[in-house]
């Protein structure tokens, strides 16, 4: 069966199509019109139940992949996807869905392996984040895809600048790299104090190819 096509302005999250099957199937159930109401689609029973079958077999599916994989230990693909997928903007629970793994294995691969991490709310964004150890260094080159601390993104390193004394740490420009509307990579320079940038050199033993964050 072709798979439904989704239009802009329908809501066709798996949050809002699970609700809409908790609704026809409730006692005092919803109508058909009703529930095409909710998703935001055309009033179109056909299509309708293939949003709802093609919802049902992709759980299906994932709950069997997942079944699985259970117990079973990280494969080198599963490391090396997790950690590249999450310094690229992925959150854990996307990428533990593209895995069919659960969000806590894939957040003890990102803290076996030493990757720094994202805060959780906007309130702890103001802050720096902490480093893990394996990417702590005084040190950094110009060229050298780093992790910031202060803006939680990865950076290239352009050059050590000179800082002031009251600063116990070396300073670097570093051009801190983001995703544009357009999924294409932009960014911004900024000044950097050296505790609060990180290594990522030690990630590419797990297979990731740094050049592509």
């Known amino acids: 069966m072709p798979r439904v096509k989704k239009r802009d302005y329908e809501n066709l999250t798996n949050t809002n199509i699970e609700k809409v099957i908790g609704l026809l199937s409730q006692e005092k159930a919803i109508t058909k019109k009703e529930a095409c109401e909710i998703l935001n ?10 949003i709802i079958t093609e919802f049902q ?15 079973k230990k990280a494969q080198a693909y599963e490391i090396t996807e997790a950690i ?7 959150s854990i629970s996307e990428i533990a869905a593209g895995l069919y793994r659960s969000a806590g ?29 394996n990417c702590v260094a005084d040190t950094f080159n110009a060229g050298e895809k780093v992790w910031s601390a202060k803006y939680h993104a990865p950076a290239i390193v352009d050059a050590e600048v000179e ?3 009251k600063y116990e740490s070396k300073g670097y420009r570093v051009y801190i790299l983001e995703n544009t509307e357009n999924d294409t990579v932009g960014g911004y320079y ?12 030690h990630l590419e033993e797990y ?5 592509k964050i």
């Open 207 to 211: 297979g990731v190819n740094l050049n």
């Open 41 to 50: 689609i055309s009033y179109n029973t056909t299509r309708l139940n293939k």
């Open 84 to 90: 590249t997928n999450y310094l690229q903007g992925e």
């Open 163 to 165: 800082v002031k004394n």
């Open 190 to 201: 900024a000044f950097v104090l050296a505790c609060e940038l990180g290594k990522l050199s």
């Open 105 to 133: 294995f894939v957040r003890s691969i990102l803290d076996k392996v030493g990757v720094p991490q994202r805060p959780a709310s906007q309130e702890e964004r103001v802050h720096p984040s902490i480093i893990p150890d």
């Open 57 to 71: 077999d992709h759980k299906e599916y994932v709950a069997k992949r997942k079944a699985t994989n259970k117990g």
